[in-house]
């Protein structure tokens, strides 16, 4: 079982920005797909972004040009770097991890965006 820990997350103000990690256990981080995903107050968790072993990112409409999604495999790390933070990225944002047989989450870190 792969275990993944977020970290990062915090109250900022509107417009800042903040960067979320997310370390994997074991030795498959480099062969997976990695995501993040977030749950709104109230909301259904929904996808903002993901990266394939190789790097092709994908990015949900409403962040695509201010948040970065990059890998670092040397770390069993992936990280989401989020600026121009608005009051609606609020949400808890979760790391994922799939591969052939695996799909696991992390435990979620708290992001705050003030207005």
């Known amino acids: 079982q792969v275990q993944l820990v977020e970290s990062g997350g915090g109250l900022v103000q509107a417009g800042g920005s903040l960067r979320l990690s997310c370390a994997a256990s074991g030795n498959i981080f480099r062969l997976s797909t990695m995501g993040w995903y977030r749950q709104p107050p109230g909301k259904q968790r929904e996808l903002v972004a993901t990266i394939t072993y190789s790097g092709n990112t994908v990015y949900a409409n409403d962040v695509e040009g201010r948040f970065t999604i990059s890998r670092e495999d040397a770390k069993n790390t992936v990280y989401l770097q989020m600026n121009s933070l608005k009051p609606e990225d609020t949400a808890v944002y979760y790391c994922?991890?799939?591969?052939?047989?695996?799909?696991?989450w992390g435990q979620g870190t708290q992001v705050t965006v003030s207005s």
């Open positions: 994922r991890l799939r591969t052939p047989g695996i799909d696991s």
